[in-house]
């Protein structure tokens, strides 16, 4: 249970400051569990009550994760420098204070990222002791054979002392250009790099899985919806 006072709860939503909930609730704009509150110093569960203001609901979860289908072109970061990122195409409703992409995508990958507020989450999720396991379907400009395959299930060590750990290969319907790969460890362009040092360049690459959940297949790209809590649990297990 986090108990919190009011103000608080509807500042922390990203959508009011302190000041503008006073105006509001002297205004009698603001509702707590249905009834009017004047008084913004009043406490609240944030895990079980209803706020309002002016008749909108506010997002009063402590913590958001959010499943992302990322389009190409877009950056994973929080601010874009000029370029689009994968908060800015956040619907309206999702946005709040503080959230960022839990482990980045090229801007030319696309599928799953993971967009949170929650800094200890994303921690847990991307340090390299608990790393979680991502799969990736990699199309590349020319066919690896199974010897090459086993490279890199076996792990490999590039010419600048770079190394990547063992990672699972599959062929999608028996075509050696077109890979199912999971890697348990997030290095820089870490496919990519994989596939060149076996003598393939990837041509399109898509994020499907974080830990053991899905890219939800309804979720058009550029789409996203809230994980679930099992979903959340989920992402962690090994
Ligand atoms: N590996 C890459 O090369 N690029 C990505 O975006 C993700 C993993």
Not at 117 to 127: E, N, Q, V, W, Y
Not at 141 to 148: A, F, L, R
């Amino acid at each position: 249970m986090a108990v919190e006072r009011l103000d608080k709860i509807i500042s922390k939503s990203g959508k009011f400051t302190r000041s503008e909930v006073k105006r509001l609730a002297r205004n009698g704009e603001i509702t707590l569990n249905g009834e009017a509150v004047k008084d913004v110093s009043v406490k609240a569960d944030t895990e079980n009550c209803i706020i309002t203001v002016s008749g909108e609901r506010i997002d009063t979860a402590e913590h958001v994760y959010i499943m992302l289908n990322k389009p190409q072109g877009v950056v994973s970061a929080s601010e874009g420098r000029g370029d689009v990122t994968v908060v800015d195409i956040l619907p309206d409703d999702m946005k709040r204070k503080n959230l960022f992409p839990a482990g980045r995508l090229d801007k030319d990958t696309t599928g799953f990222v993971l967009v949170t507020d929650d800094g200890d989450f994303a921690h847990r999720i991307l340090s390299p002791k608990n790393h979680i396991k991502k799969t990736y379907i990699a199309a590349l400009d020319k066919p690896i054979d199974e010897s090459k395959k086993g490279v890199l299930e076996s792990g490999i060590e590039l010419k600048d002392g770079t190394v990547f750990r063992p990672a699972e290969l599959e062929f999608i319907d028996g075509d050696m250009s077109n890979i199912k790969i999971t890697i348990f460890e997030g290095k820089y362009h870490q496919i990519k790099r994989m596939f060149k040092a076996v003598g393939s360049t990837v041509v399109s690459l898509k994020r499907i899985k974080m830990g053991n959940v899905y890219l939800d297949d309804k979720l058009k790209e550029g789409c996203a919806r809230y994980l679930t809590s099992a979903e959340i649990e989920e992402i962690e297990k090994r």
